[in-house]
């Protein structure tokens, strides 16, 4: 028999709104910095993980707000290990 | 002080004055963070000395800036008028004139990153010429 999964019990503790074209969804951020130049620099990422079902459309520069902050998806989001969990970097808008 | 850091000072000084909604730095080591930018890191590289005759050595005096902008959705196109102003400000500067012989463009190389959107650094290098007196730097 199938396990059936409930993928919401991964975003519900930690997760933060986020909104795309009207539709809300619980996300997980992640905001690292990396060095940047040789560390030279230090540069701010943000990265959205999310149940990929929940944001299926999701290209470059669509706009998205995550916990009332206004970003849009930085280059292309890509599929996580076996493809249910999805991560998309962001930028600030 | 040796000439070079008269030079270096003064080139600081001119950079200030002609960029003045960036900072500018002096061989800064520290990473800059994005609240920082734009930045001007204005460093010496090389300075080689060739024996002139006559009690002067001629110095080729190597010079570079690391300019820090972002995040810019082009970043490079961001960066491109403050290059353009420390240019002309360097090159058109009595100051300059009076106090070395020669100042040459010699290039620039561009690195980009992306964190919360576009990035680069862009180095561009000069190289000064100067007559000196063997027994001054």
Known sequence: MAFEEDLTVFTSDFGEPATVAGVTHNVIMNKPDAMLYGESQVGHDFVMCYITTDFLDLVNNVAVTVSGVSYKINGAPRRLADGKFSEADLKKA | ?137
């Open chain 2, 1 to 137: 002080m040796t000439k070079a850091e008269l030079i270096l000072q003064l080139l600081s000084d001119i950079c200030e004055t002609a960029c003045p909604d960036a900072n500018v730095f002096r061989s800064r080591s520290a990473s800059f963070d994005d609240k920082e930018l734009p930045a001007v890191n204005i460093m010496p590289s090389t300075d080689d000395a060739l024996n002139y005759g006559h009690g002067f050595n001629r110095h080729s005096f190597a010079i570079q800036y690391d300019l820090h902008v972002g995040p810019q959705d082009i970043p490079d196109a961001a960066a491109d008028p403050f290059i353009e102003k420390i240019h002309q400000a360097w090159m058109n500067s009595d100051a300059v004139k009076l106090l070395i012989d020669d100042l040459q463009y010699r290039g620039r190389v561009w690195e980009f990153a992306d964190a919360d959107g576009g990035s680069t650094k862009v180095r561009v290098t000069y190289e000064i010429t100067n007559l000196q007196p063997a027994n001054q730097l």
